[in-house]
């Protein structure tokens, strides 16, 4: 590692003058600068290190280059994330869960005499089931009497989008997407009103928003903040978002598989099938397309590495998320997606963040009962979907809907119907251009065909 000019730079490490993230043969490396040195060492010698790693807070690490090179202390190689996750791609209890750890984590720094210098909820990613920290270099020396420097970011990266989503709109989740470092204050404010705030809340969100520039310099300049202080606030967060909750609506796709829209020999017969498909093919990671609430996340679980649970219905993931918890399943993990919209590139050039579909892994791609909403719900031509699954998977289980089913002809009263080549021989002839089909099977008690094709990228 002498020349790391020659590596690949993550874009989303710039901001961080104690060291950079950089990718080499596919693996994670993060050097540590030579002015974070002396926080680097108080870090690993207060004993904050290997608490935070015994009560697995903190992702584990190891030292790899410990020799001075330039600007450049020492070399870390953190185990690596299989699935890199952003906050507006959580739900509600993701988001919670995320912003309960920070404050864990920031507590127990100051018992050790260091503090979080930042707060974003970028330092958090999912890992074997739970949040864990990511950032190994968020730590200072706590100075006597100054105040939390990361708590205008904390509110913004947590506080407020949980406070929208739990008073007003699960869905403004998404404001994220615009505002890479949190939702502004005053936004929050505004959005919510005087009548929503408790006294808590009132004091971190509006009338810290209500402070001006130079009210804000004083405040850090402030020789009363104690280390108590300190942790009344943070102890006082906790509590405001441990006791928020959100509503679970029933009326949408979240009652999915608890109605049965189809027989139960029929969802007995798709099962039977998706496990006879994924034990043929033993992919590593399986990505479940238009999941719900994750029937075939948690089958699929059973056969590979990790599963990325994907719905566009936050309800839905809410409720599997809350499922993998209670039941300790380690490698599903349930994210918000909207394939017809996926999260874009955000930040700095469009790069600091990546789009999710940038960070999916090309594997294999889960697609049951998803199509016929693309097709007739967003107006995406068959060929489109053919190309993207193309693109983004080596194998494809897809269940073709036919036009007479009756969940295609229910989305079709709304609407005039201009599917007609919508057909069992047009659904090969179109995915035949691109995949080989390995397998076809009708699911019992149905019109519906479950298909397991390889890419034909595969074969060359």
């Given at each position: 590692m002498?020349?790391?000019?020659?590596?690949?730079?993550?874009?989303?490490?710039?901001?961080?003058p104690?060291?950079?993230?950089?990718?080499?043969?596919?693996?994670?490396?993060?050097?540590?600068?030579?002015?974070?040195?002396n926080?680097?060492?108080?870090?690993?010698?207060?004993?904050?290190?290997?608490?935070?790693?015994?009560?697995?807070?903190?992702?584990?690490?190891?030292?790899?280059?410990?020799?001075?090179?330039?600007?450049?202390?020492?070399?870390?190689?953190?185990?690596?994330?299989?699935?890199?996750?952003?906050?507006?791609?959580?739900?509600?209890?993701?988001l919670?869960?995320?912003?309960?750890?920070?404050?864990?984590?920031?507590?127990?720094?100051?018992?050790?005499?260091?503090?979080l210098?930042?707060?974003s909820?970028?330092?958090?990613?999912?890992y074997?089931?739970?949040?864990?920290?990511?950032?190994?270099?968020?730590?200072?020396?706590?100075?006597?009497?100054?105040?939390?420097?990361?708590?205008?970011?904390?509110?913004?990266h947590?506080?407020?989008?949980?406070?929208?989503?739990?008073?007003?709109?699960?869905s403004?989740i998404s404001?994220?997407?615009?505002?890479?470092?949190?939702?502004?204050?005053?936004?929050?404010?505004?959005?919510?009103?005087?009548k929503k705030?408790?006294?808590?809340a009132?004091?971190?969100?509006y009338?810290?928003?209500?402070?001006?520039?130079?009210?804000?310099?004083?405040?850090?300049g402030?020789?009363?903040?104690?280390?108590?202080d300190?942790?009344r606030?943070?102890?006082?967060?906790f509590?405001?978002?441990?006791?928020?909750?959100i509503?679970?609506?029933?009326d949408?796709w979240?009652?999915?598989?608890?109605?049965?829209?189809?027989?139960?020999?029929?969802?007995?017969s798709?099962?039977?099938?998706?496990?006879?498909?994924?034990?043929?093919i033993?992919?590593e990671?399986?990505?479940?397309m238009?999941?719900?609430?994750?029937?075939?996340?948690?089958?699929?679980?059973?056969?590979?590495?990790?599963?990325?649970s994907?719905?566009?219905?936050?309800?839905?993931?809410?409720?599997?998320?809350?499922?993998?918890?209670?039941?300790?399943?380690?490698?599903?993990?349930?994210?918000?997606?909207?394939?017809?919209?996926?999260?874009p590139?955000?930040?700095?050039?469009?790069?600091e963040?990546?789009?999710?579909?940038?960070r999916m892994?090309?594997?294999?791609?889960?697609?049951?009962?998803?199509?016929?909403?693309?097709?007739?719900?967003?107006?995406?031509?068959?060929?489109?979907?053919?190309e993207?699954?193309?693109?983004?998977?080596?194998n494809?289980?897809?269940?073709?809907i036919?036009?007479?089913?009756?969940?295609?002809?229910?989305?079709?009263?709304?609407?005039?119907?201009?599917?007609?080549?919508?057909?069992?021989?047009?659904?090969?002839?179109?995915?035949?251009?691109?995949?080989?089909?390995?397998?076809?099977?009708?699911?019992d008690?149905?019109?519906?065909i479950?298909?397991?094709?390889?890419?034909?990228?595969?074969n060359?």
């Amino acid at each position: 590692m002498d020349n790391l000019k020659s590596y690949r730079v993550l874009p989303s490490s710039f901001r961080d003058p104690a060291g950079f993230v950089f990718e080499e043969n596919g693996e994670i490396f993060r050097t540590v600068s030579l002015e974070y040195k002396n926080e680097f060492e108080c870090f690993i010698s207060s004993g904050l290190l290997d608490k935070l790693i015994k009560d697995n807070l903190i992702i584990p690490f190891s030292i790899i280059n410990n020799k001075s090179n330039g600007e450049i202390y020492c070399v870390l190689k953190p185990e690596r994330i299989n699935q890199i996750s952003y906050p507006y791609e959580w739900c509600f209890s993701q988001l919670k869960d995320a912003a309960l750890l920070t404050i864990k984590i920031a507590k127990i720094a100051l018992d050790y005499g260091m503090e979080l210098k930042d707060a974003s909820a970028y330092n958090i990613q999912f890992y074997q089931g739970k949040p864990i920290f990511i950032d190994l270099l968020s730590f200072k020396t706590k100075k006597n009497n100054s105040p939390w420097i990361a708590y205008r970011q904390f509110c913004q990266h947590f506080l407020s989008p949980l406070l929208l989503m739990a008073h007003k709109e699960k869905s403004l989740i998404s404001l994220l997407k615009n505002h890479i470092d949190g939702i502004p204050l005053s936004i929050t404010s505004n959005l919510l009103g005087l009548k929503k705030f408790n006294s808590q809340a009132f004091f971190h969100i509006y009338l810290q928003n209500k402070l001006s520039k130079k009210d804000i310099n004083n405040a850090k300049g402030n020789k009363n903040f104690t280390k108590k202080d300190f942790f009344r606030i943070l102890d006082n967060l906790f509590d405001i978002i441990n006791n928020l909750k959100i509503n679970i609506e029933n009326d949408n796709w979240s009652n999915y598989y608890e109605h049965k829209i189809l027989s139960d020999q029929y969802l007995k017969s798709k099962i039977k099938l998706v496990k006879d498909f994924i034990s043929k093919i033993k992919p590593e990671y399986i990505y479940d397309m238009g999941s719900n609430t994750g029937i075939f996340s948690r089958i699929s679980s059973q056969f590979c590495k990790k599963v990325i649970s994907l719905d566009s219905d936050i309800d839905c993931i809410e409720l599997l998320y809350q499922d993998i918890k209670k039941n300790s399943i380690t490698n599903i993990l349930p994210l918000v997606v909207d394939f017809a919209n996926p999260s874009p590139s955000i930040g700095w050039e469009n790069i600091e963040r990546t789009s999710f579909l940038n960070r999916m892994k090309k594997d294999t791609i889960l697609a049951l009962a998803v199509i016929h909403h693309l097709i007739i719900g967003n107006n995406l031509p068959l060929t489109h979907l053919a190309e993207f699954f193309k693109k983004y998977c080596n194998n494809l289980i897809i269940e073709f809907i036919p036009l007479n089913d009756i969940k295609v002809q229910h989305l079709l009263k709304t609407r005039e119907n201009i599917f007609k080549n919508i057909t069992k021989e047009y659904f090969e002839k179109i995915f035949s251009q691109f995949f080989t089909i390995i397998e076809r099977e009708t699911i019992d008690s149905s019109s519906r065909i479950l298909y397991l094709m390889k890419n034909n990228d595969q074969n060359r």
